[in-house]
């Protein structure tokens, strides 16, 4: 009797690279892994349209769809055009009411447009952006993930999880979040998985606990 695989296509957070999911593993059985990828945006590209772009790189039917910080943002819009059988979102937000104080400031006062993103080329700066914290002694590990530092990429990514607009949860979305996530601290609460000690990088630090679960949750 064949076994039905499922295709799971992993989408990485803000500027990074698919790299951070390189200790995923799920039964080769029943899973197929695909790593999708950032592509550069046009300038003033909606959120909505990248999203129906995004959709053209999945190219297998009733996928499980899984996206990491503003990769969850996306997958979440990306969602509302292909059918799924799952939709994942790891590390994330549910709607714009979980964005932190200083993202809602940045919306209002239209900061985002003069935030320093010429200064990338400096990665520490750009892992404050991506995983909400410096690197200090981490920095060969941030080098490895952290390959997305196209300027217009970069200005477009503020803006889009500075405005996003969702309103309401997705229902059908599994939401993941650690409890010590620094960058969105107000995810963990109504339907949502909550990893005791999760960072925002728990995809890349307790893959563990996702090797171990994600398949329970894709078949739930």
Known sequence: MDVEITNVYLMP???ANPTIFEYIKLPESHYNIHWLEWQIPDKDETLQAYAKRMCNFIKHDNVVLLGVSFGGILVQEMSKYIKL???IVVSSVKSHHELPKRFKLLKITKAYKILPTQLVSNIDLLAKYAFGET???RV???????SVSDKTYLDWAIKQVVCWDQEEPNPEAIYIHGDKDMVFPHSCGGECLVIKNGSHIMIINKYK?????LPKLIEA
């Open 13 to 15: 957070g803000m500027a």
């Open 85 to 87: 059988k799952k939709l």
């Open 135 to 137: 690197i200090k002694k």
């Open 140 to 146: 060969d590990l941030y080098k490895k993930y952290l």
């Open 209 to 213: 606990w996702f090797n171990e679960n």
